[in-house]
């Protein structure tokens, strides 16, 4: 691994987010209750075994690292695809607007209908464990909303950012996408994010705001063979 988000899943669960971490030395895990996330240290046989004790049957895991992915025998890709990592390394616009608000897990089933309804990427009740999510709702609705999800030493991702079909064209995801990202940077962290390869639409608004391209990745649902 030559950079530390080469593998974020992995250097997640190897650093920040250790706490969170099932698995080992050589392969970890979010809990399925968190995030659907799962990451070998390397590809060599002993790595790929462990983790493949760590995908029960009948669960599938997200897997997304620079590297094609390997898989033990009994794990097989359900869904691949390719997807870019970016990173925000030169200060972004300030932004200022009142109707953004924290979210708390007084918001979490609203959250989870929203990433459901436009699939930003995996979610569950439980996203705040990972880190904080702002949003802004019109007429008590969540409009829209992002947040922080996995954490290196020096770096946070950007993550789950949607707005509702309903309010969409007003802004409110690179607002809110800003807003979050400039959080990150007080901190003294580095902002990344994800998008798959084809989400022309995605790429253009964070580059547009101050994202380049770091690495290319590769993703994959992953499952027990069988």
Same mark, same amino acid.
């Given at each position: 691994?030559?950079?530390?988000?080469?593998?974020?899943?992995?250097?997640?669960?190897?650093?920040?987010?250790?706490?969170?971490?099932?698995?080992?030395?050589?392969?970890?895990?979010?809990?399925?209750?968190?995030?659907?996330?799962?990451?070998?240290?390397?590809?060599?046989?002993?790595?790929?075994?462990?983790?493949?004790?760590l995908v029960p049957a009948g669960e599938s895991v997200f897997m997304?690292?620079?590297?094609?992915?390997?898989?033990?025998?009994?794990?097989?890709?359900?869904?691949?695809?390719?997807?870019?990592?970016?990173?925000?390394?030169?200060?972004?616009?300030?932004?200022?607007?009142?109707?953004?608000?924290?979210?708390?897990?007084?918001?979490?089933?609203?959250?989870?209908?929203?990433?459901?309804?436009?699939?930003?990427?995996?979610?569950?009740?439980?996203?705040? !464990?990972? %880190?904080?999510?702002?949003?802004? +709702?019109? $007429?008590?609705?969540?409009?829209?909303? &992002? *947040?922080?999800?996995?954490?290196?030493?020096?770096?946070?991702?950007?993550?789950?950012?949607?707005?509702?079909?309903?309010?969409?064209?007003?802004?409110?995801?690179?607002?809110?996408?800003?807003?979050?990202?400039?959080?990150?940077?007080?901190?003294?962290?580095?902002?990344?994010?994800?998008?798959?390869?084809?989400?022309?639409?995605?790429?253009?608004?964070?580059? !547009?705001? %101050?994202?380049?391209?770091?690495? +290319?990745? $590769?993703?994959?649902?992953?499952?027990? &063979? *069988?």
């Open positions: 691994m030559s950079h530390i988000l080469d593998r974020p899943v992995w250097s997640a669960l190897d650093t920040r987010h250790r706490i969170f971490a099932n698995g080992d030395k050589l392969a970890r895990r979010y809990p399925a209750s968190i995030v659907p996330f799962a990451a070998s240290g390397a590809d060599d046989a002993e790595s790929l075994q462990a983790l493949g004790r997304l690292q620079s590297d094609p992915i390997a898989l033990p025998p009994e794990l097989t890709a359900t869904t691949t695809a390719f997807g870019v990592q970016m990173v925000a390394e030169a200060p972004l616009p300030t932004v200022s607007d009142e109707r953004v608000q924290q979210l708390t897990l007084d918001d979490a089933a609203e959250m989870l209908a929203l990433a459901s309804l436009t699939r930003p990427g995996p979610f569950t009740l439980k996203a705040l !464990s990972l %880190g904080d999510f702002w949003g802004v +709702k019109i $007429n008590g609705r969540l409009a829209a909303m &992002a *947040g922080e999800r996995m954490k290196q030493p020096g770096y946070s991702e950007l993550s789950g950012v949607c707005s509702h079909p309903d309010f969409r064209g007003g802004g409110l995801g690179r607002l809110l996408s800003v807003f979050v990202s400039n959080r990150i940077m007080a901190r003294g962290e580095v902002p990344y994010l994800h998008a798959y390869a084809n989400n022309a639409n995605a790429i253009g608004l964070y580059e !547009s705001i %101050g994202f380049r391209l770091r690495s +290319k990745m $590769n993703v994959a649902v992953v499952q027990r &063979a *069988g």
